[in-house]
Nanobody, 122 residues
Framework: QVRLVETGGGLAQAGGELTLSCTTS??????VAWFRQAPGNERGLIANIRDDGGTTYRTSASRDRFNISRSNAENTVYLQMKSLTPEDTATYYC?????????????????WGQGTRVTISS
């Protein structure tokens, strides 16, 4: 059974940092991604990381402030976030797929976690 568990969300101040974790079980995945969804907005990709270590970031701005990495030994993918602003307030979701995915939105991924809430105060 596939399971994705996100941890690390919570409350942080603007300008601060948070690191989210996504621990996977139920096999190996070609791609693990982080998405986020703010209230009233669509769920959008932040970044993904593939089993060969390659990464895709949705925007250059994402690459500047977010860093996605993985620990194969721990079956965990991390999202380090810095210079946080209130606009980063959202629910952050981990998604995974058996395939290597280079570009793709929410319909591309087969498996999803429940999400972890991030709130950034000004």
């Amino acid at each position: 059974q596939v399971r994705l568990v996100e941890t690390g969300g919570g409350l942080a101040q603007a300008g601060g940092e948070l690191t989210l974790s996504c621990t996977t079980s139920g096999g190996t995945f070609g791609t693990v991604a982080w998405f986020r969804q703010a209230p009233g907005n669509e769920r959008g990709l932040i970044a993904n990381i593939r089993d060969d270590g390659g990464t895709t970031y949705r925007t250059s701005a994402s690459r500047d402030r977010f860093n996605i990495s993985r620990s194969n030994a721990e079956n965990t993918v991390y999202l380090q976030m810095k210079s946080l602003t209130p606009e980063d307030t959202a629910t952050y979701y981990c998604a995974a797929d058996r395939r290597r995915i280079y570009n793709g939105g929410i319909t591309t991924y087969a498996y999803w976690g429940q999400g972890t809430r991030v709130t950034i105060s000004s």
